[in-house]
Nanobody, 122 residues
Framework: QVQLVESGGGLVQPGGSLRLSCAVS????????MAWFRQPPGKKREAVAF???????YYRDSVRDRFTISKDNVGSTVYLQLDNVNVEDTAVYYC????????????????WGQGTQVTVSS
């Protein structure tokens, strides 16, 4: 059974850093795209970044140059490094797994983690 388990959320001050992890067990495809989404309070879920099986990365404009998505060599763990965070980054962060070619849309992803809360506050 496919499972995605996020960890690493918490409280961080503006300008600080945090690293989120997503452990993938029993991936359903031999290659896949991994993404991080977030849902700020009272807002819709939005894609933050995604990484293809080949390692190409994509970022939404508001986090480019501040966040970094990466994965380990076997693709079983995906990371999101958050640097220079601001209060607008406060959200529940979700990792998601989709087939190759998945991109920005939540509907493209078949498997989701339970979410981890990131709160940016002084």
């Amino acid at each position: 059974q496919v499972q995605l388990v996020e960890s690493g959320g918490g409280l961080v001050q503006p300008g600080g850093s945090l690293r989120l992890s997503c452990a993938v067990s029993e991936p359903p495809f031999s290659d896949f795209t991994m993404a991080w989404f977030r849902q700020p309070p009272g807002k819709k879920r939005e894609a933050v970044a995604f990484i293809s099986w080949g390692g190409t990365t994509y970022y939404r404009d508001s986090v480019r140059d501040r966040f970094t998505i990466s994965k380990d060599n076997v693709g079983s763990t995906v990371y999101l490094q958050l640097d220079n965070v601001n209060v607008e980054d406060t959200a529940v962060y979700y990792c998601a797994l989709g087939s190759p070619g998945s991109s920005w849309w939540a509907d493209e992803y078949n498997y989701w983690g339970q979410g981890t809360q990131v709160t940016v506050s002084s």
